[in-house]
């Protein structure tokens, strides 16, 4: 079992920043890929960025890419999403997600994820 939670979600004028981290129990953070993804009202969730459980490998959706920097420290057993250039679009509730590393996973598909966290609203002004 993993706990996630998410903090750093906040209001921010459009061209700001903000830093999500999400903490996670467990001594097995290592052995976790992660993701984040997001939801705007009325709209399903969508991936944003996933890391592996390295840190070697990550990838990002392209209305992101460029702007958003995922990036984890296993010592902390923590996962970050560094925000940049944020535009009103970028408003969503952001969820953090946990998968246990094996094989079979898409990692832009949300059903692959095994534990999410309590998600952190993130409001751009313009």
């Known amino acids: 079992q993993v706990q996630l939670v998410e903090s750093g979600g906040g209001l921010v004028q459009a061209g700001g920043s903000l830093r999500l981290s999400c903490a996670a129990s467990g001594r097995t953070f290592s052995r976790y890929a992660m993701g984040w993804f997001r939801q705007a009202p009325g709209k399903e969730r969508e991936f944003v960025a996933t890391?592996?459980?390295?840190?070697?490998?990550?990838d990002y959706a392209d209305s992101v890419k460029g702007r958003f920097t995922i990036s984890r420290d296993n010592a902390k057993n923590t996962v970050y999403l560094q925000m940049n250039s944020l535009k009103p679009e970028d408003t969503a509730v952001y969820y953090c997600g946990a998968r246990f590393t094996r094989a079979g996973w898409d990692n832009r598909n949300e059903r692959g994820i095994d534990y999410w966290g309590q998600g952190t609203q993130v409001t751009v002004s313009s």
């Open positions: 890391i592996d459980w390295s840190g070697g490998t990550t």
